[in-house]
C-alpha cells in the first residue's frame, strides 16, 4: 500500500505547486463542484455552532473556507493530509489557535465529526480489494476518533466517463460496512446525481 501512497502523495505535490490554493491544486474539476461536496457533507451531519472537526484529506484547507464564509466556525479544527506540501500552503493561510494541521493518514485527534471529502478517490492502480480494505481501515480509526459522526463521500460506479486512476464503488457495499463494520446508531446517505456520487453520515 505505502508504494501507492507515495504515488499520490507526488501526485498531489505537483498539483498544489502547480496551481496553488485552488480546486485545481487538490485534483478537483473546479470550485464550484467542490464547494457542493462540503455542502451536502454537512447537510448530512448538521452540526450545530459549538462542533469540533477532523477533516481527513485536508488539502490546503478548502473546508475551513467554506465554514467561515457560512458561518460555522468550529471550536476546534484538525487538518489531516498525507501530503507535506499541502499542510505548508495550509498552514501559511490560517494560524489560529483552534486551527492544527497534522501530517497523517488518519485522524489522531479525538473530534465530534470526522469529514472526509474525496479523500479515496485517487487510488493510482491500488487493486480494487486492497483499496477498498484501506478504505474500511480509515473509516474504522476515524469512526473511533469522532464522538459523533463520520461523513465520506465516493465515487459512484455509474459514473461516466470513468477516469484510470480514480475508484469507484457502490454505495451498499460501503453502507453494509458501516451497519455491521462500524456498527453505526444511525446512516444517512445522499446521490448526487449531478457529480455522479454519494455522501454518508455514519453516526455513533
Known amino acids: 500500500m505505502q508504494r501507492f501512497l507515495t504515488r499520490i502523495k507526488a501526485q498531489y505535490k505537483t498539483s498544489i505547486e502547480t496551481f496553488g490554493a485552488i480546486s485545481h491544486g487538490v485534483l478537483w474539476t473546479n470550485g464550484t463542484e467542490q464547494m457542493?461536496?462540503?455542502k451536502i457533507l454537512l447537510d448530512l451531519i448538521a452540526p450545530a455552532q459549538d462542533f469540533s472537526i477532523n477533516d481527513l484529506g485536508c488539502g490546503y484547507g478548502a473546508l475551513l473556507d467554506y465554514l467561515h464564509?457560512?458561518?460555522?466556525?468550529?471550536?476546534?479544527?484538525?487538518?489531516?493530509?498525507?501530503?507535506?506540501?499541502?499542510?505548508?500552503?495550509?498552514?501559511?493561510?490560517?494560524?489560529?489557535?483552534?486551527?492544527?494541521?497534522?501530517?497523517?493518514?488518519?485522524?489522531?485527534q479525538q473530534a465530534d465529526y470526522t469529514l472526509i471529502s474525496g479523500t479515496f478517490n485517487l487510488c493510482d492502480d491500488a487493486p480494487y480489494q486492497q483499496w477498498l480494505e484501506y478504505i474500511f481501515e480509515r473509516l474504522l480509526l476515524s469512526f473511533s476518533s469522532s464522538s459523533k459522526a463520520v461523513v465520506f463521500n465516493g465515487l459512484s460506479t455509474s459514473k461516466s466517463p470513468k477516469v484510470d486512476g480514480l475508484f469507484y464503488i457502490d454505495?451498499?457495499?460501503?453502507l453494509n460496512f458501516c451497519h455491521y463494520g462500524l456498527n453505526a446508531s444511525k446512516i444517512k446517505s445522499y446521490d448526487d446525481k449531478i457529480l455522479q456520487e454519494w455522501s454518508i453520515a455514519a453516526f455513533k
Do not use: C
Not at 98 to 106: D, G, M, R
Not at 171 to 174: G, T, V
Open 69 to 108: 464564509e457560512h458561518n460555522l466556525t468550529p471550536t476546534q479544527y484538525y487538518g489531516y493530509d498525507i501530503t507535506p506540501e499541502m499542510l505548508t500552503l495550509a498552514y501559511s493561510r490560517f494560524s489560529t489557535q483552534n486551527v492544527t494541521f497534522i501530517q497523517s493518514s488518519y485522524p489522531t
Open 171 to 174: 454505495k451498499e457495499d460501503i
Open 36 to 38: 457542493r461536496r462540503f
